[in-house]
C-alpha cells in the first residue's frame, strides 16, 4: 500500500536546476521516494507535515567521515598531522575493541543526523577482524542513518620480524564475505565499499592489489592521498608517479575516490580527473595543518564537481554546515590571493557564488558516492532524504534568500526535520531515537573513550 506525505514548504531549495527554488510549494513522498515537487499538488495525502516556516533542502551528504572516533572529540585541535599518526594509529586505536567501534559508529551516525546530514560515508580504517567490521555496522543501521560503510584497515606500528601493514594487502577473506553476506545489497541503507591504503600510505603492488579486488566486487574505493606515493618506504620502492600508472593498468575511474591530494602534482590531478576518479576536499581538516590549498578550485576549473566532507572530529567540528562554509570562504580567499599575485586584485565580482557550495555538500557529495541516481537533489524518483531548516529562527530570521541563508548562516541547531528513506529520523527538533537508549549510549561511550585515553596513556592537556 503507497503511504503518501505531503510538505507545505516555506521555501524549497531543489538542487534540481529543472524545478530550482520555490516559494510557498509542496513536495509529495510516496513511500520512500520523492513523487512530486511543485506548487498546487493536486492529491489525497494520508498526512500533511506543515513545514510552511521551514526551509526545505536535500539532506547533506558526507563524504569521507571517521565515524569511529567520535569518542576523541576535539583531543587532536593542537595536533600537527605527525601528531595524528603518532597518538590516533600508533596508539588509540590499538585499544580499540568491538563495542568501542560500535558505539563511536552509532553515536556519530545520530550525531550526523541531528545536524542535517543524512548520508555518511564512513571511512572505518581501525578494524583488526570480522566482528569490529560487523559492530561498525551494527552501529551504522542502527542509527537509521543511510551509510555507505568503507572498510578499511588498522595501521599498527611496524614490529620486528612481522610484515608492517604498508605491505598487507586489504583482507579479501573479510571483504568477500560481508559482500556476499550483510552488504550483498546495494539498495539497503547501509552499503560496502573499501578504504583502501592507496598509494601513499601502502606499497604499490598492495594498492593494484586492493584496486584489482574493489574492481572484482564492484565496489566503490578510496584512499587517503597527499603526495601521491609513500615516501616513507624505502627509496627503490617508491612509485611517484603512481596514480598515472594505475590508471594505464585499467585501475581508475569512476568508482575510485581520492581524499586531500592537496600535495599532489598537477600533472597527476588532472590525470585522475580525467579517468573519472572523485576527489573530496576535507577543507577544514586539511586547513586544520597543511600548507597547501585544498584541491577544490582545480577540480571546478577541469569541470568537475568538487566533493566536501569533515573528516574527523578528533581535529576539527564534524558540521556539515560549517563545513560548507569553510569550503566556500577557503576557495574565494585562494582565487582573490591569486589575483593579487598577478596583479589583478581587487575582482570585480565574486568568484564563487553561494550555491555552488551548496551543491558540493549535495550532489557533488552524492556523485563522488556514486549515489547521484539516488540522493542529492530533492528530484521526482530519488529517495527521500529530506531536511527542513526552521526560518524563524534568530540566526536566519528574516530569510531574504535560502540559498544565503543554509550556506552563510545556518547550523545544525536549526534543524527541525530530518526525513532518510521517507521514514522521519528527527521531528519538531527532536531525535527519534528512544531517549533511554540514547542516554545509555551516552554513557557507554564515556565509559568507552576514558578507557581508551587511560589505557593509551594519553592526556590531551599534556600533548
Known amino acids: 500500500m503507497v503511504k503518501r506525505l505531503l510538505i507545505e514548504c516555506g521555501w524549497i531549495v531543489s538542487i534540481d536546476p529543472t524545478i530550482g527554488d520555490l516559494k510557498d510549494a509542496q513536495i509529495l513522498i510516496e513511500n520512500d521516494k520523492i513523487a512530486e515537487v511543485g506548487i498546487n499538488i493536486n492529491v489525497q495525502p494520508d498526512e500533511v507535515i506543515d513545514a510552511s516556516d521551514l526551509i526545505v533542502l536535500p539532506g547533506l551528504v558526507n563524504a569521507h567521515l571517521h565515524t569511529w572516533q567520535t569518542g576523541t572529540k576535539s583531543i ?10 603518532k597518538n590516533m594509529h600508533s596508539n588509540l586505536a590499538t585499544r580499540f575493541t568491538a563495542d568501542d567501534t560500535f558505539l563511536a559508529n552509532i553515536m556519530g551516525a545520530l550525531n550526523q543526523i541531528d545536524n542535517g546530514t543524512t548520508t555518511i560515508l564512513d571511512w572505518c580504517h581501525n578494524l583488526r577482524d570480522i566482528e569490529m567490521a560487523e559492530r561498525a555496522i551494527d552501529g551504522l543501521e542502527q542509527s537509521g542513518i543511510r551509510a555507505i560503510f568503507a572498510h578499511g584497515t588498522a595501521k599498527p606500528p611496524s614490529v620486528e620480524g612481522e610484515v ?3 605491505h598487507v594487502p586489504h583482507p579479501r577473506d573479510r571483504v ?22 592507496g598509494p601513499d600510505f601502502g606499497s604499490f603492488d ?33 612509485v611517484k608517479d603512481a596514480y598515472i600508472k594505475l590508471g594505464g593498468m585499467g585501475l581508475l575511474g569512476p568508482s575510485h575516490n581520492l581524499v586531500h591530494g592537496c600535495y599532489l602534482p598537477e600533472d597527476q ?7 573519472g576518479c572523485s576527489i573530496t576536499s576535507t577543507v577544514m581538516c586539511e586547513m586544520h595543518g597543511h600548507g597547501a590549498f585544498p584541491l577544490m578550485r582545480i577540480v571546478r576549473d577541469m569541470g568537475s564537481i568538487p566533493s566536501i566532507a569533515t573528516d574527523t572530529n578528533t581535529l576539527v567540528a564534524e558540521d556539515m554546515f560549517g563545513e560548507i562554509r569553510g569550503a566556500l570562504f577557503a576557495l574565494r580567499f585562494q582565487i582573490n590571493q591569486q589575483a593579487r599575485s598577478q596583479g589583478n586584485y581587487p575582482l570585480k565580482n565574486m568568484p564563487v557564488n553561494s550555491r555552488e557550495a551548496l551543491e558540493w555538500a549535495t550532489l557533488g557529495n552524492a556523485k563522488a558516492l556514486l549515489l547521484d541516481d539516488k540522493i542529492g537533489s530533492l528530484t521526482p524518483g530519488k529517495k527521500a532524504d529530506i531536511i527542513m531548516l526552521r526560518a524563524n529562527d534568530t540566526n536566519l530570521y528574516p530569510v531574504h534568500e535560502p540559498v544565503f541563508a543554509i ?8 534543524v527541525e526535520n530530518v526525513i532518510i528513506d521517507g ?4 521531528r519538531h527538533g527532536k531525535r527519534l531515537y528512544p531517549k533511554k537508549s540514547y542516554e545509555k549510549l ?4 564515556l565509559v568507552s573513550a576514558n578507557r581508551l585515553m587511560e589505557e593509551s596513556n594519553y592526556h590531551p592537556s599534556a600533548a
Not at 592489489?209 to 624505502?234: F, M, R
Not at 550556506?407 to 536549526?414: F, I, M, P, Q
Not at 551516552?442 to 561511550?445: A, E, F, Q
Open 423 to 426: 521514514e522521519f529520523r528527527k
Open 407 to 414: 550556506t552563510d548562516l545556518a547550523n545544525g541547531s536549526n
Open 269 to 275: 590531478i588532472r590525470y585522475v580527473l580525467d579517468q
Open 164 to 166: 608492517p601493514y604498508t
Open 76 to 85: 587532536g585541535s593542537e595536533w600537527i598531522s605527525s601528531d595524528y599518526h
Open 206 to 238: 598492495v594498492a593494484v592489489q586492493d584496486l584489482e579486488l574493489a574492481k572484482d566486487l564492484g565496489l566503490l574505493s578510496t584512499a587517503h592521498v597527499w603526495n601521491g606515493y609513500n615516501k616513507n618506504l624505502p627509496k627503490n620502492e617508491q
Open 176 to 197: 568477500e564475505y560481508l559482500r556476499k553476506n550483510r552488504l550483498s545489497n546495494d539498495n539497503k541503507l547501509v552499503t560496502l565499499a573499501m578504504a583502501i591504503l
Open 442 to 445: 551516552r554513557r557507554d561511550l
